[in-house]
C-alpha cells in the first residue's frame, strides 16, 4: 500500500457516518419568549368567583361572556359538546343565549383573556403554514404550538377558575383545531404525534411558521462492481471539501469523484428534490474491494425530501443506469430510523473471494501477540525454515484448509492502527471452499465472522495475525484482489 493510500485511510472513520442526526427535539433550542403585557385587565373582581358555579351552569357562562372569552374558547370551557368543525357556532350560540338574559362583554376588554385571539387568527395561521409547505409533498403532519410560558400558566390558571371541569387546555385545544382547519383545507393530511413527515412549529407570539421536512429512509442492497469507489463520499483531504473546494480535488471538495453514497444517493436526491443524504451501511469493504454477490445491506437517507412518494422500482432502475457497471442496487424499500441502528449493530458473516501470490521469499516469523501462550511462539518459530520450503499445488490447498475453522488472533493491523485500539481480537474462520491454485497464485473463498481482517489472514501482516496463510506456508503472501461475495445478513 503507497504512503498515498494510508492517508486515505487514515481519515475515513470520520466521514464514515458523516451527516447521521441523531434523535433530537427540534423545538428544544427554543427560549421561551417573555410576555410584553399583562393580558388580564385588573379590574376584574376575582373575589366574587369562589361564588359562582361553573359552566356548564348559566352563571358560568355568563362570566365566560363578561370577561370576554372568544367564542373557540366558549366552546372549549362551556362543558357542552362540540368538535372544532362547529366550535366557532357553538360559541356564538352560548354567547346569544347569554346576551338575551342582559349579559354583555366588559367594555374595556381588548381581547380573549384565554387564548389573547389566537383563534381568531387560525385562518391567518393556515394561510402561512400553506405557503410554508406550498409544493411539498406529505401526508402525515405534526403540529407544535410554542407558547410563552407565563401565557399557558395564566390560562392554566383562569381555566381552572372559571372553565367547566375538563376543559382542554389551550395548547392541545390550539393543536387541535389548527390541525382540523388545516387538514380540512389540504385533505388527506392525518395529524400524527409519533413518525410525521413533516413537523410544523408555530410560534403564537411571533406567528412565526417553520417546517421541519423529515428524512425519508430507504433500504437496500448495494453491490460494488468497480475497485477505488469508497463506501461513502469523503471530503478532500486538503481542503476538507470547504468553500467549493480547492486545486487538488479539481474544485469537487472530494478525494474521490464518486462514491457508493453519491452513485445511489444522488439519483434519488434528485428524485425526491432532497437537500442532501446520509449514507449507513451494514459494514463497508475497502476502497479497493469489490462487494459482489447479493449485496450489501445499507440505509440510505434522503434529508429534508420536497418529493416523498415514489415508484421504488423505477427508482432502482434509474439508480442501475446512471451508475452502470459501478454500483448495482436491489430490493430497495422504505425504511425508518430505528432500521439505521440495526443495520450498524447487525454483525453479520461475510464470504470474501481473495487472490493472492506467493514465496519466493520466507515468512518473517510472528511478533509475539499479547497474551499469548510462551510454548505457542515456539511451536510458530519452527515453521520458519532455513531455506524458502517449496510446495506441490496439493500442499498449498491443504495448508489453506487447515485454516478452516480456526480462531485467530489479529492484532490491530498496522495499516488501521491509527484509528483503532491496539489491540487483540479473536475472530472466526468459518469455512473456506474453492481453492484454485494456479502456479504461484491462489484463489480462494472465506468465510468469516463480522470483523475479520481478511488481507490479513492471509499475508499475516508482519506476524499480527496468528494464524494465516503466510505463515502456514512459511512464504510471503500477497494479495492481488479480494472482493466482498455475500454479506449474510437480512
Ligand atoms: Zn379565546
Ligand atoms: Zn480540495
Redesign the pocket.
Known sequence: MSKDENNEEEDWSKFASAGYESAYDPWADLVPQEESEEFLDDDIDFEDFSSIRPPPAEEGLDYLVKMG??????ARLSGKSFNWESAEEVGISIRISCEERGVMKDDDIE??????????DLDILVEVMKNELDGVEFKKMQLGAHFAKDHVAKEDDLRTRHGATGSQA?KAAFNDALGFKFSKEMGEIELVKDQPEVMVLIDTLTFDVTADLRSLYLYGRYRKLERGIPQTRWPCRVCKGRDGGCETCNETGLQYPTSVQDQIGEPLRAAFQAKNTAFHGMGREDIDVRCLGRGRPFVIEMKSPIRRYADLSELTELVNATSAGRVEISELRASRRSEVARIKGTAAEKSYTIRFKYGPEQHCPPVKIDGEEESQSEDVAEVVQENPPEWTAEQVTELCMSLEGVTLAQQTPQRVAHRRADKVRERQVVSISDIVVEGDEVEMTVRCESGTYVKELVHSDEGRTVPSVAEKLGLVCEVTWLDVNDVHAD
Not at 372569552?69 to 366558549?74: A, D, E, F, Q, V
Not at 381581547?111 to 381568531?120: I, K, Q, R, T
Open positions: 372569552t372568544c367564542n373557540h374558547c366558549m381581547y380573549c383573556p384565554y387564548c389573547e385571539d389566537l383563534f381568531v389551550l
